[in-house]
């Protein structure tokens, strides 16, 4: 079982940056693949970033070249760095982990646990 808890989200205006992180309970944070999704308001939550426990990563064209994803898994903690971020970006952001089924990074069903969410608002 692993709980996770996202932090970090908040009001920025456009361009600014933000840093959300996820903490992670329980010992085995190193064994699994981790992800962020959003989900912005009418919409479906959608994967945004993934990382795997070795640290290959894969990334949304939407945000390719802007957020930075990372782990510390001494701290079992993963992180996203965001920077020049666009009113497009205001969502919700879910961190979540996965380590048995496989059915693609931005598949939902990769991935067994999910944190409460964390709102990231960009102003214009």
């Known amino acids: 079982q692993v709980q996770l808890v996202e932090s970090g989200g908040g009001l920025v205006q456009a361009g600014g940056s933000l840093r959300l992180s996820c903490a992670a309970s329980g010992r085995t944070f190193v064994s699994y693949r981790m992800a962020w999704f959003r989900q912005a308001p009418g919409k479906d939550r959608t994967f945004i970033v993934g990382?795997?426990?070795?640290?290959?990563?894969y990334y949304a064209d939407s945000v390719k070249g802007r957020f930075t994803i990372s782990r510390d898994n001494a701290k079992n903690t993963l992180y996203l760095q965001m920077n020049n971020l666009k009113p497009e970006d205001t969502a919700v952001y879910y961190c979540a982990a996965g380590s048995a089924y496989w059915a693609g990074y931005a598949s939902n069903r990769s991935y067994d646990y999910w944190g409460q969410g964390t709102q990231v608002t960009v102003s214009s």
């Open positions: 990382i795997r426990s070795g640290g290959t990563t």
